[in-house]
């Protein structure tokens, strides 16, 4: 093995939005994998609302990227290389292995994926975390049953294009939030959802009350903010409010803005809970499996937005995530 | 019968802070009870926190007093005619009866209680419910387990004071936080908490980093407002967060203060959950039994504030109890 391997890495701590010199672009040669390991060539690299936590020097679910290191990702490989029995060469293989082109890795804590099943982004994405994530997010954390009325907000990204499907499915009534007509479009005539409330055109709260007449049974943010408190303000009994994320609130320089009226969980008697979708690791494969027959049944359509270029285009491509410039799940594509 | 009956009566929504001038006091003559029903003379009148939500024109778990209404409140009655054959003169009852000297009513939604077995009061405190909330919240929407760490806020009130002596029961380390170094004593000295928090002296994030240093599995919250933040700041894992009241907020006149730091719930995997008392009117028998037990076995110790005086001392009384002026549950003894 020889030849480079190009590699964004944090350069200093980002305070509110996200800079471009936030980041430096490094090329350090490739070193051959060594024994028990493999290497590969970075194919597609994921973009996650969760990366802008991990940018702040404060303990969470995973300890921030440090200074100088290679930044955090998921990403799909294909092997090149290998001294490791598991892997061979021409494998594709999906783990943090960070913004990088070149990969060196044992193995842990990675899975092979198989091409001929679904395209590589696939398992970024609908069969990735964010596919996990609104599983186990609405049917295990938000208890979905049959027949309720679901609200999600990010609802044309990754994992809310997921949780509104996922909920038709189940049988829901399903109002998505998302940002502009375009995406309003996508989720009602495309993706199937009931209605859908663009938010910036749209008084939520007044939005809410007429496609949710009955009250929200599961709320499920992603946002946080003012779109939060709209919602916690029109729950039926015993809702439940799962805490996925709050990426209206992640590039805050001041405090976050708390859901002031979060007092209606007692006079709901609802609850408002948080989850890390690590935590369902073990349950992994039987959401994959059963999300597959779902993508293959048609019943799920599968939404990317795809950016072809390099790492170097990762710091641009991940300031389009928090500007809401994507629809649906938003991959770097380096083949 | 014959005589009158003094009440007190809504006369303006409070702005704010309550005034003398929200209250009528009113006579009325006393008429008799009629077929099915029974007269009685009022024995103590409960305050509680939750009166001052009562009175905002605001839906809520129950609807607001209208204006030019006898306020509701809980209290004990001595029956002193009776036209149904459950009653009996002499008897004493429980129930939503209102500030006023002289009761009507035709028994529905009462209870009969009996002073040998408890002081009159005990039954709008601890067998009343403040001990039916201190009970199922802590273990039903708790969902408490021994050797957990439990922190209360509004510890040396009604509630709060029962809390923290359930939890010890079940096994529990306990901290309180409460106003002032008197009922701190209170607390550790009398009710045998393990450590308590005076908010008005101490900080309490730092002093939660102290006295739960290994985080807060259950909190308790009664007061809302920063130290409901200053709790989810110290949540451990899978940690519980019960909703009963915010007194620090109900007087407010700005919008409520939301818990800004909310995101911890995701990033502990906790949950924060609202309830309301009447939801478990099925099972009080259950928890007054097991309560009452514990009284009679000496474990649990029965904190009350009793002010003696008339109907027309209410609104001054009800003042102390958002002032934090009193020390377990804030009776108004008429006899």
Chains 1, 2 share one sequence.
Not at 37 to 57: K, Q, V
Not at 119 to 124: F, G, V
Not at 253 to 270: D, K, M
Request: hydrophobic share 40%; charged share 25%.
């Amino acid at each position: 093995m020889s030849g480079t391997n190009r590699q964004i890495r944090l350069a200093r701590r980002p305070v509110g939005e996200l800079q471009p010199e936030d980041w430096a672009h490094v090329t350090e040669p490739a070193e051959a994998p060594g024994e028990g390991r493999f290497a590969g060539r970075t194919r597609y690299i994921s973009l996650d609302p969760a990366m802008r936590g991990w940018l702040d020097d404060r303990p969470s679910y995973l300890p921030p990227v440090g200074l100088g290191e290679v930044m955090r990702a998921g990403s799909v490989i294909e092997v090149t290389e290998s001294d490791h029995p598991g892997f061979r060469p021409g494998d594709h293989v999906v783990g943090t292995f960070g913004v990088q082109e070149y990969v060196i890795s044992d193995g842990r804590g990675t899975l092979k994926v198989d091409p001929a099943r679904a395209p590589l982004s696939t398992y970024l994405g609908a069969l990735g975390m964010p596919g996990m994530t609104a599983y186990f997010g609405l049917l295990d954390v938000g208890a979905l049953k049959e027949g309720e009325t679901v609200v999600v907000s990010g609802a044309a990204g990754a994992v809310g294009s997921l949780v509104g499907q996922i909920a038709k499915i189940k049988g829901c009534r399903v109002i998505g939030i998302a940002g502009g007509p375009d995406k309003c479009a996508v989720l009602t005539d495309e993706l199937g959802f009931d209605a859908a409330i663009d938010y910036r055109a749209e008084d939520v709260r007044k939005a809410l009350r007429t496609h949710a007449p009955d009250g929200i049974d599961v709320y499920f943010d992603n946002v946080g903010g003012e779109i939060l408190e709209a919602a916690l303000g029109r729950l039926a009994m015993r809702a439940r409010v799962v805490i996925c994320g709050a990426i209206s609130q992640y590039n805050n320089e001041t405090a976050v803005h708390g859901p002031a009226n979060y007092l209606s969980l007692l006079v709901r008697r609802a609850r408002m809970e948080g989850f890390v979708v690590f935590d369902y690791s073990a349950r992994y494969g039987e959401a994959a499996r059963e999300i597959a027959g779902w993508i293959a049944e048609g019943r799920i359509k599968v939404l990317e937005h795809v950016v072809k270029g390099g790492v170097d285009d990762f710091p641009a491509t991940l300031g389009m995530l928090f500007r809401g410039e994507n629809t649906g799940k938003l991959v770097l594509d380096l083949t």
